[in-house]
């Protein structure tokens, strides 16, 4: 059983159109979550992390964490074309290491 | 946000020759730095956990014979890849870890390194 899941997509929203994204984890003790988008041919950047339940917004982006659930997930309010990459949702427990889903493949079209 | 540097960020060998690949955090000290790789359309694959100062931990089934790593100091990790092959042939990413006190740490990543063994 994969530990963080995620739908491998491609998400296809229009441009403008909020873009959700949505990631599952297994471990119950896990603590610390982050969003990575990754660009064809580029690293993973770090877009939002958060640790707490409930919502955290940065500009476009806002994190939702529900511990309960064992979920997490990213919204993308008024989606651009130069958001089309491979989110990549990561876990951790403590000072683990980090454990990446397989990403979710966005497509924002003009 | 920090700032990892790789280099070089593309190199062409022949097989059997061995490649090193550098990993620099700029501006803060790592004493954590992370060695992934990536084949095409698949996600990240760690491969060790670079400790300043000590022996790395490799995960299961990457060779610790072939993938040598080094961490020297707080601000440079080295992967070399001996006897490169074909089948080595792939992205390289390293990351490094910044504590921030009692709010946990975050990962950055370098640029990558694309390895192409002839």
């Known amino acids: 059983q994969k530990e963080v899941e995620q739908n491998s997509g491609p998400l296809s929203v229009p441009e403008g159109a909020i873009a959700s994204l949505n990631c599952t984890y297994s471990d119950r003790g896990s603590q610390s979550f982050f969003w990575y988008r990754q660009y064809s041919g580029k690293s993973p950047e770090l877009i939002m992390s958060i640790y707490s339940n409930g919502d955290k917004e940065d500009g476009r982006f806002t994190a939702q964490l529900n511990k309960a659930s064992q979920y997490v997930s990213l919204l993308i309010r008024d989606s651009q074309p130069s958001d089309s990459a491979t989110y990549l949702c990561a876990v951790k427990s403590g000072f683990q290491k980090l454990v990446f889903g397989t990403g979710t493949r966005l497509l924002v079209s003009p | 946000g920090a700032v990892v540097s790789q280099h070089p960020s593309r190199v062409i060998c022949k097989s059997g020759t061995s490649v090193k690949i550098e990993c620099r955090s700029l501006d803060f000290q790592a004493t954590t730095m992370f060695w992934y790789r990536q084949f095409p359309k698949q996600s990240l694959m760690l491969m060790a956990t670079?400790?300043?100062?000590?022996?790395?931990?490799?995960e299961q089934g990457v060779e610790k014979d072939k993938f040598l790593i080094n961490h020297a100091s707080l601000t440079l990790s080295t992967l070399t890849v001996t006897s490169a092959h074909p089948e080595d042939s792939s992205f390289y990413i390293c990351?490094?870890?910044?504590?921030?006190?009692?709010?946990?740490?975050?990962?950055?990543f370098g640029p990558g390194t694309r390895l192409t063994v002839l």
């Open positions: 670079s400790n300043e100062g000590s022996k790395a931990t490799y």
């Open positions: 990351s490094a870890r910044v504590y921030w006190g009692g709010a946990g740490d975050t990962q950055y």
